[in-house]
């Protein structure tokens, strides 16, 4: 059973910085593409980032320049670095695990409020 435990989660001011990470318990987890998603109220859900197992990524044009994603193979860890940020990135975010042939994996998301 693959489990991923998102934190780092909570409330900063417009220009502040947050960390998030994910831990997943996944023997295979090299294998997966990792990534973050993001919920606001009343919106679908988007890709945010994303990280293959070799480390490309892939960012959405609203948080290139400002978010980094990264993973650490040896601690089943990935995490989105999140600087600059703005209202409009407040919702819950997710982290997602994709492998081919075997499908999604979810995290139970973590709000992130940008408010002063």
């Known amino acids: 059973q693959v489990q991923l435990v998102e934190s780092g989660g909570g409330l900063v001011q417009p220009g502040g910085s947050l960390r998030l990470s994910c831990a997943v318990s996944?023997?295979?987890?090299?294998?997966?593409?990792m990534g973050w998603y993001r919920q606001a109220p009343g919106k679908e859900r988007e890709l945010v980032a994303s990280i293959t197992g070799g480390g490309s990524t892939n960012y959405a044009d609203s948080v290139k320049s400002r978010f980094t994603i990264s993973r650490d193979n040896a601690k089943n860890t990935v995490y989105l670095q999140m600087n600059s940020l703005k209202p409009e990135d407040t919702a819950v975010y997710y982290c997602n695990a994709r492998r081919q042939f075997v499908g999604d994996y979810w995290g139970q998301g973590t709000q992130v409020t940008v408010s002063s």
């Open positions: 996944d023997r295979f987890f090299t294998y997966n593409v």
